[in-house]
């Protein structure tokens, strides 16, 4: 069947010179074989006709012997342009993704999933090869090639010529009845195999918790009911592909009966030779050799068509945030100010209403609240991986609309609940804060954090590996450097998300004290819902259920005898009520 599909020829772009190179070689592999046909042709005519001189016979067995030089250079340069045609498509691709997937932000990358992710890059390149280095140069091939051997034949026996080039070249359209089928399949084929890597993938990341409730039987059974699913897709699509052969070879062979029956009815009459009649008859396969061939690759190519789909939907994400170019300063004051701002994800009701809060420049701001009440939103919209809906944002009086978030997010950085410790060295991580930051740099960020006693400890300084995504780290040896990165920025607003929820209570301790240190120096905005870490903001805010509730300094708060003096009091007596069976 056809398989012209239009998004996988856009991102085609940067590697099409290597597909169209496949097509132009194969037509010169076919212009060998048509030269052999024709010499093997006139020497077997010629002897059986008698009249067959050594002058003829030498001219005619060189040509053969030069055009079979001609077809085996031909197929090793077709091999070697599908190679390059790989790399370079799989370089080409997995880059754009790549490329795209950094510029993606927080609601883009919660969307997509990472097993969706996964998939594209690496088996999706994979399986869209097979449509690059083949099927594509194929198709092209499939046409040329019957346009050029009837050229080569018409003088030779015209009707049959034309009989060939009409079969040939409407066999694919023909097949191509079994898109709309073959349409369907491929998009349920993809969504199962992404639904098998995910719940794979989950099951065994999961296997801990599993056995510990002895439900794998459950997880083995479900598995192998997506897997079955699956199966059964597959022999769907190979019965589907089958069904297409068997028609195209249905349409050859009638063809070519059709061709053998027309030249020996011309053979008998004496329109041509036989010389002329052998030729024919041996190139006539040939003009269906390249449908052939596409057709037992069309199965593979339909894994790729299937996978562009995803690659596709990663591809086309809008990751442009606006910016209006209106730099007009609102107000004075000197901070990052919510004015009225509301704020709802796709689908779903307000997360954020009618908020007013202000971040004033130096000192420490608090967030909190309980868990679904709207503190990570505010944080996603203080690094504008969301926009408000309604209301506005502005930094030093400044519309946040009007300023790129390259340059926002030079300003404000975060250090989440969980930092992310990239595999390599101490170094490599924390120079992805500042590129160029100098050894002493690097020092003093470390030692800010105490960390700088235990990279005295390593051999290696700097260059000690931190393992596979920071395994040779502790959990408050990776907070610490998550936090030593953000100072490596520069960032006059420092966002602290729940920064030592993940920690032991040592590490909570020397964290805040670093924190506190740093408050002397840069604007901190604190995110928690432990009460008890936030009692030394210079203004806490409150919010439930996406509303500013309360505000003000802890004592302040505390006297209001609102949620806040509650909640205090609440988690106090959890507190003390854990620190007395520790120490029973």
Same mark, same amino acid.
């Given at each position: 069947?056809?398989?012209?599909?239009?998004?996988?020829?856009?991102?085609?772009?940067?590697?099409?010179?290597?597909?169209?190179?496949?097509?132009?070689?194969? $037509?010169?592999?076919?212009?060998?074989?048509?030269?052999?046909?024709?010499?093997?042709?006139?020497?077997?005519?010629?002897?059986?006709?008698?009249?067959? +001189?050594?002058?003829?016979?030498?001219?005619?067995?060189? =040509? %053969?012997?030069?055009?079979?030089?001609?077809?085996?250079?031909?197929?090793? @340069?077709?091999?070697?342009?599908?190679?390059? #045609?790989?790399?370079?498509?799989?370089?080409?691709?997995?880059?754009?993704?790549?490329?795209?997937?950094?510029?993606?932000?927080?609601?883009?990358?919660?969307?997509?999933?990472?097993?969706?992710?996964?998939?594209?890059?690496?088996?999706?390149?994979?399986?869209?090869?097979?449509?690059?280095?083949?099927?594509?140069?194929?198709?092209?091939?499939?046409?040329?090639?019957?346009?050029?051997?009837?050229?080569?034949?018409?003088?030779?026996?015209?009707?049959?010529?034309?009989?060939?080039?009409?079969?040939?070249?409407?066999?694919?359209?023909?097949?191509?009845?079994?898109?709309?089928?073959?349409?369907?399949?491929?998009?349920?084929?993809?969504?199962?195999?992404?639904?098998?890597?995910?719940?794979?993938? &989950?099951?065994?990341?999961?296997?801990?918790?599993?056995?510990?409730?002895?439900?794998?039987?459950?997880?083995?059974?479900?598995?192998?009911?997506?897997?079955?699913?699956?199966?059964?897709?597959?022999?769907?699509?190979?019965?589907?592909?089958?069904?297409?052969?068997?028609?195209?070879?249905?349409?050859?062979?009638?063809?070519?009966?059709?061709?053998?029956?027309?030249?020996?009815?011309?053979?008998?009459?004496? =329109?041509?030779?036989? !010389?002329?009649?052998?030729?024919?008859?041996?190139?006539?396969?040939?003009?269906?050799?390249?449908?052939?061939?596409?057709?037992?690759?069309?199965?593979?190519?339909?894994?790729?068509?299937?996978?562009?789909?995803?690659?596709? *939907?990663?591809?086309?994400?809008?990751?442009?945030?606006?910016?209006?170019?209106?730099?007009?300063?609102?107000?004075?004051?000197?901070?990052?100010?919510?004015?009225?701002?509301?704020?709802?994800?796709?689908?779903?009701?307000?997360?954020?209403?009618?908020?007013? @809060?202000?971040?004033?420049?130096? +000192?420490? !701001?608090?967030?909190?609240? &309980?868990?679904?009440?709207? *503190?990570?939103?505010?944080?996603?919209?203080? @690094?504008?991986?969301?926009?408000?809906?309604?209301?506005?944002?502005?930094?030093?009086?400044?519309?946040? $609309?009007?300023?790129?978030?390259?340059?926002? =997010?030079?300003?404000?950085?975060?250090?989440?609940?969980?930092?992310?410790?990239?595999?390599?060295?101490?170094? &490599?991580? @924390?120079?992805?804060?500042?590129?160029?930051?100098?050894?002493?740099?690097?020092?003093?960020?470390?030692?800010?954090?105490?960390?700088?006693?235990?990279?005295?400890?390593?051999?290696?300084?700097?260059?000690?590996?931190?393992?596979?995504?920071?395994?040779?780290?502790?959990?408050?040896?990776?907070?610490?450097?998550?936090?030593?990165?953000?100072?490596?920025?520069?960032?006059?607003?420092?966002?602290?998300?729940?920064?030592?929820?993940?920690?032991?209570?040592?590490?909570?301790?020397?964290?805040?004290? #670093?924190?506190?240190?740093?408050?002397?120096?840069? !604007?901190?905005?604190?995110?928690?819902?432990?009460?008890?870490?936030?009692?030394?903001?210079?203004?806490?805010?409150?919010?439930?259920?996406?509303?500013?509730?309360?505000?003000?300094?802890?004592?302040?708060?505390?006297?209001?005898?609102?949620?806040?003096?509650?909640?205090?009091?609440?988690?106090?007596?959890?507190? %003390?009520?854990?620190?007395?069976?520790?120490?029973?």
């Amino acid at each position: 069947m056809l398989l012209i599909n239009k998004t996988l020829i856009r991102m085609s772009k940067g590697f099409r010179g290597w597909i169209i190179a496949i097509a132009v070689l194969k $037509l010169v592999t076919l212009m060998g074989i048509s030269i052999f046909a024709s010499s093997i042709g006139s020497v077997l005519g010629n002897i059986f006709d008698l009249q067959m +001189g050594w002058a003829q016979l030498k001219a005619d067995l060189l =040509r %053969a012997a030069l055009a079979s030089v001609l077809m085996g250079v031909g197929d090793l @340069l077709v091999g070697e342009a599908e190679h390059r #045609c790989t790399a370079s498509a799989r370089i080409h691709l997995r880059q754009r993704i790549l490329e795209k997937v950094l510029e993606l932000d927080v609601s883009d990358v919660d969307r997509l999933g990472a097993t969706s992710t996964i998939n594209a890059a690496v088996d999706g390149v994979e399986l869209m090869q097979i449509y690059y280095n083949r099927y594509l140069p194929g198709l092209i091939y499939s046409v040329l090639a019957p346009i050029y051997l009837f050229f080569a034949l018409r003088a030779e026996c015209m009707p049959a010529a034309v009989m060939l080039l009409v079969v040939s070249l409407a066999v694919t359209p023909i097949n191509n009845l079994f898109k709309e089928i073959n349409d369907k399949m491929k998009g349920d084929y993809w969504d199962t195999l992404e639904k098998l890597t995910s719940y794979y993938l &989950e099951s065994i990341n999961g296997l801990t918790t599993t056995e510990l409730f002895n439900r794998g039987d459950d997880r083995e059974e479900k598995l192998g009911g997506i897997a079955q699913h699956m199966r059964d897709i597959i022999l769907d699509v190979m019965v589907l592909n089958f069904s297409s052969t068997a028609l195209n070879e249905l349409l050859i062979n009638a063809a070519i009966v059709a061709a053998v029956g027309i030249v020996c009815a011309q053979l008998v009459s004496g =329109r041509i030779a036989l !010389t002329n009649a052998l030729t024919v008859l041996m190139l006539s396969y040939s003009f269906f050799s390249s449908i052939r061939a596409l057709q037992w690759i069309a199965h593979d190519a339909l894994h790729g068509v299937a996978a562009s789909q995803n690659i596709a *939907k990663i591809l086309d994400i809008d990751t442009h945030k606006p910016v209006n170019g209106d730099a007009t300063v609102y107000d004075s004051f000197e901070g990052i100010r919510f004015d009225d701002v509301s704020f709802a994800y796709k689908g779903r009701d307000s997360v954020l209403e009618h908020v007013n @809060l202000d971040i004033p420049h130096n +000192g420490i !701001t608090a967030i909190a609240g &309980e868990s679904g009440c709207g *503190k990570s939103t505010i944080v996603n919209m203080l @690094l504008r991986f969301y926009d408000a809906k309604s209301g506005r944002i502005a930094l030093n009086g400044r519309d946040y $609309l009007s300023i790129d978030p390259s340059e926002l =997010r030079k300003r404000v950085i975060m250090v989440p609940q969980s930092v992310y410790v990239f595999s390599g060295t101490v170094r &490599e991580n @924390l120079l992805i804060a500042k590129p160029d930051g100098t050894d002493a740099e690097l020092y003093e960020a470390l030692e800010q954090v105490r960390l700088k006693d235990w990279i005295d400890l390593q051999p290696e300084g700097l260059d000690a590996p931190v393992g596979d995504a920071g395994a040779r780290l502790s959990g408050g040896q990776r907070q610490k450097l998550g936090i030593a990165r953000a100072l490596l920025s520069r960032a006059e607003y420092i966002i602290f998300d729940e920064a030592t929820s993940s920690v032991d209570e040592e590490n909570e301790r020397e964290i805040w004290r #670093c924190i506190s240190e740093l408050a002397e120096t840069r !604007t901190l905005i604190i995110i928690s819902h432990r009460l008890s870490t936030i009692r030394n903001a210079d203004v806490i805010y409150l919010i439930d259920d996406g509303r500013v509730t309360e505000r003000g300094s802890h004592d302040e708060l505390m006297a209001q005898g609102g949620k806040y003096h509650r909640s205090v009091e609440e988690q106090d007596r959890l507190e %003390a009520g854990f620190g007395r069976r520790a120490t029973a």
